[in-house]
């Protein structure tokens, strides 16, 4: 049978970037998605917003939603020390599969903890499993109907500490309207928008960073 997008992307990491750098892992599969075929990475424009924020954030525990092929995995890990904890869910196995190999071309296999289910089910397991009190930061780039529901899991989880900042790819394109209404209207948070463009292309895209304020109550009227 025909090989998978994923797979094609893959195969362009393992023929074009050098083992071990994870820098030449992200231009490869920039390269392949500008000139082959489009995939829904956060891409080089979105990603240096993504390094900032990281970077600006300089986070111990990291918590990722939607791996896909790994690219976002690798950018974040590749500016932080090796004893972050990064967490990263992927339901998909055949995704979680290219995204280990992908990670591991990186060189970044022992710094990447990917856990293959869905986010709701594997939140509330998060302290347990991982004995993860709160996470510093989270960037969410999975289904976008699940953005609203996961970062409400994640208070209730008490998942998120004052000054935890969560990171959400796509809030234009495709779009994530409820979660914007929750985060920016909520006392418990605090959000701007950095204005981008969808990956690899010139349509109009963004990311939010929302920063939890505390346990408060309360709607913003
Ligand atoms: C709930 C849950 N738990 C664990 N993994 C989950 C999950 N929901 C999705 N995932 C995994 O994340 C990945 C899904 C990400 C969803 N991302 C998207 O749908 C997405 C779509 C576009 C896009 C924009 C314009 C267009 F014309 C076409 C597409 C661009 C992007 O950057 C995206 O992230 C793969 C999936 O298996
Ligand atoms: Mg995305």
Redo the contacts with the bound molecule.
């Keep these: 049978t025909r090989t998978s997008r994923p797979q094609r992307l893959l195969q362009a990491v393992c023929i074009n970037a050098v083992r071990g750098n994870p820098d030449s892992v992200i231009a490869a599969i920039d390269h392949f998605c500008q000139n082959q075929e489009w995939a829904?990475n956060?891409g080089d424009e979105k990603g240096a917003i993504l390094d900032s924020v990281v970077m600006e954030t300089s986070p111990s525990t990291v918590l990722e939603?939607?791996?896909?092929c790994g690219y976002s995995a690798v950018r974040i890990m590749r500016l932080l020390p090796p004893a972050t904890r990064f967490i990263t869910?992927?339901?998909?196995p055949d995704?979680a599969a290219v995204a280990r190999q992908v990670i591991q071309h990186a060189g970044l296999q022992d710094k990447v903890c990917l856990v293959e289910?869905?986010?709701?089910d594997l939140i509330p397991k998060m302290a347990d499993m991982f004995g993860i009190r709160t996470f510093d930061f989270v960037f969410f780039?999975?289904?976008?109907d699940?953005y609203l529901p996961d970062i409400r899991l994640l208070e209730d989880c008490g998942l998120l500490d004052q000054g935890s900042v969560v990171l959400a790819?796509?809030v234009l394109?495709?779009g994530a309207p409820e979660y914007l209404d929750y985060v920016r209207s909520s006392l418990r948070f605090s959000s701007r928008f950095y204005r981008s463009h969808?990956?690899y292309t010139r349509v109009l895209d963004g990311l939010e960073r929302s920063e939890y304020l505390g346990h408060r109550d309360a709607q913003r009227d």
């Design positions: 829904m956060v939603l939607g791996t896909y869910l992927e339901m998909n995704y289910g869905k986010s709701a780039d999975h289904w976008k699940c790819d796509n394109c495709p969808l990956e």
